[in-house]
């Protein structure tokens, strides 16, 4: 089992619709999740941070962490064209230096 | 441009040829963390620095692999006697080792192709 597991789509919806983004992960040190975006062939964009449990929002972005669970989420609002890009969980520990990635879900967002 | 820049973008390489990447921080970031992304995967962390010195290695990097951060600015990730199994996107990121220091910044990423 990998530490973090992320469903790689594709998932494609149409504009405006609600988009659920979601991983899991067996570490239950891990402390920090982060959301990053990734446009083809480009380095991945941070998107929201979040540490420990709770919810954040952020415009648009709403960032879920569910650590009984071990379930983290990413809700989009709204969604653009734009918006269509891979998305990937990120996360790590307190004393961690680096983060463990999920494999990323492609979101394509039709007009 | 403020971010983290890397050097150079693309590079096609012939098999047992040696590449060099180069990567500039954000400029107060103490810390520097290099990636590997193949397609369809998340990246996979390789090794980080925190100033000049490389706290992390992951098993990924093999004896091929060896990085450098030489006076805790930039950094160097080197591939000797490429394989083709060594084609990637190979990424750069910086952060602060305090307070948002877990608030991590990619760069582009250099890609590399061996053939």
């Known amino acids: 089992q990998k530490e973090v597991e992320q469903d790689p789509g594709p998932l494609s919806v149409p504009e405006g619709a609600i988009v659920s983004l979601n991983c899991t992960y067996s570490n239950s040190a891990f402390q920090y999740f982060m959301w990053y975006r990734q446009y083809s062939r480009k380095g991945p964009e941070l998107l929201m941070y979040?540490?420990?449990?709770g919810n954040k929002e952020d415009g648009r972005f709403t960032a879920q962490v569910d650590k009984s669970s071990k379930y983290i989420s990413l809700f989009i609002r709204d969604s653009q064209p734009s918006d269509s890009a891979t998305y990937l969980c990120?996360?790590?520990?307190?004393?961690?230096?680096?983060?463990?990635f999920g494999k990323g879900t492609k979101l394509s967002v039709k007009p | 441009d403020t971010g983290v820049s890397q050097n150079p973008r693309h590079k096609i390489t012939k098999r047992g040829q040696n590449v060099t990447f180069r990567c500039d921080p954000i400029s107060e970031h103490n810390r520097l963390y290099w990636y590997r992304q193949t397609l369809g995967q998340g990246p996979e962390f390789l090794t980080y620095?925190?100033?000049?010195?490389?706290l992390e290695k992951s098993r990924l990097l093999s004896d091929r692999f060896s990085a450098e951060r030489p006076k805790g600015s930039f950094s160097t990730l080197e591939i000797q006697r490429t394989e083709q199994g060594d084609s990637a996107m190979y990424l750069c990121a910086s952060s602060l080792s305090w307070g948002a220091g877990n608030t991590i910044y990619f760069g582009e990423g250099s890609w590399l192709t061996v053939v």
């Open positions: 620095f925190q100033n000049e010195a490389q």
């Open positions: 990120a996360m790590k520990g307190g004393s961690q230096g680096n983060l463990i």
């Open positions: 979040t540490y420990s449990s």
